[in-house]
């Protein structure tokens, strides 16, 4: 166990190149990713033949500077690390006990470019949220039908001349999805194939004109009120049977 298999790596590249800009210098995204990987592969027990438990409450330390230009990417980051996470787990066969946790904290005692990570097995109660992720923004999708296109009548415009007003729209009905072409001009492609309508599977790719959509489904840990929610450094996410794990 332990051991980054090909997609495990493009995860921690596509996570560093994303923010690379903004991160030039002290820690890196990728850094945070190790970290979490070590943790996982660490703190992982043997309790039954067939299932090995692992923590899913991680905490972040660092410096007050690398948390600063941590926190100014808000969700986008938190979700590429908890996205990281339900893929290792799934690929090493890991389960948890509850929803996954990440919290990015600061801590004046830690210099800069250093991270110190804790680690702990909380039970918690889940909340399935679908996102559309466009151009390095999340979109949660709120309703049940939700059209995208270059018209300033679809629930999400887009900035692209080679979509139609009205080009696509995803249907969620709590547990699953699917993409339907509005008869655009240039058509649509699921995963490079050309589409008129189909079920949308987690990590599917939607392109319509030169955009690129992926769909993700974060199972979000729901707190004591039985609500989502976090703010932008705190999200929490659990892995069900969507993704496979036991």
């Given amino acids: 166990m ?31 990713t190790s970290a979490l990987r070590k943790e996982l592969d660490t703190k992982a027990a043997v309790v039954a033949r067939d299932r090995v438990l692992a923590p899913n409450r991680f905490v972040l330390r660092m410096s007050p500077s690398d948390y600063k230009r941590m926190r100014s990417m808000g969700a986008a980051l938190t979700d590429e690390l908890v996205a990281f996470v339900q893929k290792h787990a799934t ?13 990015l904290q600061e801590d004046p005692d830690i210099t800069v470019g250093m991270l110190q990570v804790d680690s702990e097995n909380v039970k918690g109660d889940v909340a399935w949220t679908p996102v559309l ?6 979109y949660p999708l709120t309703k049940p039908r939700t059209v995208v296109g270059r018209g300033s009548d679809a629930d999400i415009t887009v900035d692209d001349t080679g979509t139609s007003r009205r080009h696509v729209m995803i249907t969620w009905d709590g547990r699953n999805a699917q993409v339907e072409d509005l008869g655009s001009t240039n058509g649509s492609k699921l995963n490079g194939e050309p589409v008129k309508k189909a079920i949308l599977e987690p990590d599917s790719v939607i392109t319509i004109g030169r955009t690129r959509i992926v769909f993700r489904v974060l199972p979000q840990a729901a707190p004591a009120g039985g609500r989502p929610g976090g703010d932008d450094a705190t999200r929490r996410h659990d892995m069900g049977n969507f993704w496979g794990a036991s």
Avoid: M, W
């Avoid at 992720?133 to 999340?138: A, E, N, P, V």
């Fill in 91 to 103: 690929t090493q066969h890991y389960a948890f006990a509850g929803g996954i946790s990440i919290d």
């Fill in 2 to 32: 332990g051991i980054l298999d090909n997609f495990e790596r493009g995860l921690e590249r596509a996570v560093n190149g994303a923010f690379a800009k903004t991160f030039r210098s002290g820690l890196q995204p990728v850094e945070l």
């Fill in 133 to 138: 992720d466009i151009d390095g923004r999340h």
